[in-house]
């Protein structure tokens, strides 16, 4: 029994989604950390 | 014929991507996260949120990439025992490959994370407590000797000394204190588990002291590490780094943590049914670790 071309599209998918949420948390992160750590600069 | 037959498909298919939150063992992280915190609350000056949040994210990040590459590692000896035969490795649900990968990208990301956005001294502690956890703990110790949960405690107390670093750059008597009550706090919290939980770890050629040298054995250990972990909690009121709603609540905690632990060695029973002991310490083991650092951090920030 191999998996369904559909099964394996369907992870695929989750995964993409889970990770386009984190690389946008991730970009938010570094802006943020950006806006800190100029304004510990000043 | 029947392993090949059962893994084929199931490392063709993709891992869910629940099975790598799973891996990095979301509810050890909780008391990483607040050990952190707390080492973070209580160092001298303050840190902007942001990077705060950032440098707990970042510890909570290494923690969980630790626990991937336990895992990963430990895949043979969780298919014996009943406890962790479920988890995506051994089930079958997620190639090695992916949880290593995984764990090492991990490791990397939160450690670069934490040099950039506080210091390169965190990042490095942060380094050595996942390489400590994952080399000298699991692939040295784990399976060699019955103190292996010592030194595995030792992993689990860098948190409240990453916490402080984070903040100042540097580590001082306090979080060096944390770091050993915790460190000592370990094995009278692991052992009194391990002699009421009849686990499977024999089978699995783990030597947990309960197995290897019997219950009353491992009874006198729990004390014998009780007593300098007591000391460990109390002495930052004496040594004048806490006020005394700290000291107080550090020491009446303790003497409980004593007298229960003393209830432990006068116990004479091996079987499950009559540790009650046991269970009454295991379970205010756990209170007791979050009440010490909660008054620790209420002592700063609501007296002084």
Not at chain 2, 126 to 139: P, Q
Not at chain 2, 242 to 247: K, N, P, R, S, V
Not at chain 2, 282 to 302: E, N, P, R
Request: glycine share 6%.
């Amino acid at each position: 029994m191999t998996p369904s071309d559909e099964e394996i599209r369907r992870r695929q998918k989750g995964r993409a989604i889970v990770m386009a949420l984190l690389l946008a948390a991730f970009v938010v992160l570094v802006y943020a950390i950006t806006i800190a750590k100029m304004g510990l600069a000043s | 014929m029947t392993t090949a037959a059962i893994e084929a498909p199931a490392t063709a298919l993709p891992a869910d991507w629940r099975d790598f939150l799973a891996l990095t063992k979301p509810r050890v992280m909780t008391l990483v996260v607040f050990t952190g915190l707390c080492g973070m609350l209580v160092a001298p000056v303050p840190i902007h949120p942001v990077l705060g949040f950032t440098a707990i994210l970042c510890i909570a990040l290494g923690a969980g990439a630790a626990a991937a590459l336990n895992m990963w590692y430990e895949a043979d000896i969780d298919a014996l025992m009943k406890r962790t035969r479920s988890r995506p490795i051994p089930a079958g649900r997620m190639a090695p490959e992916a949880a290593l990968q995984f764990g090492v990208g991990l490791s990397f990301f939160s450690v670069l994370l934490m040099g950039v956005a506080t210091n390169w001294f965190a990042a490095a502690i942060l380094a050595v407590s996942i390489l400590f956890y994952v080399l000298v703990y699991t692939v040295w110790l784990k399976r060699r000797t019955p103190q292996n949960i010592v030194i595995g405690g030792a992993a689990g107390a860098f948190p409240p000394l990453i916490g402080w670093a984070a903040v100042t750059g540097d580590v001082a008597t306090l979080p060096v204190l944390l770091f050993a009550l915790i460190f000592l706090w370990t094995p009278p919290h692991f052992w009194a588990l391990s002699l009421f939980v009849r686990s499977d770890y024999a089978n699995a050629g783990v030597p947990m002291l309960p197995v290897v040298a019997g219950a009353k054995a491992t009874r006198i250990q729990i004390m014998l590490y009780t007593l300098p972990m007591a000391v460990a909690a109390v002495a930052p009121w004496p040594l004048g780094l806490t006020g005394a709603l700290y000291g107080i609540a550090a020491s009446v905690l303790s003497f409980a943590f004593l007298a229960l632990s003393l209830a432990v060695l006068m116990n004479r029973a091996t079987e499950p049914a009559g540790m009650k002991p046991e269970k009454r310490l295991f379970a205010f083991s756990i209170l007791y670790l979050f009440a010490v650092f909660g008054a620790l951090v209420t002592d700063k920030w609501l007296v002084v």
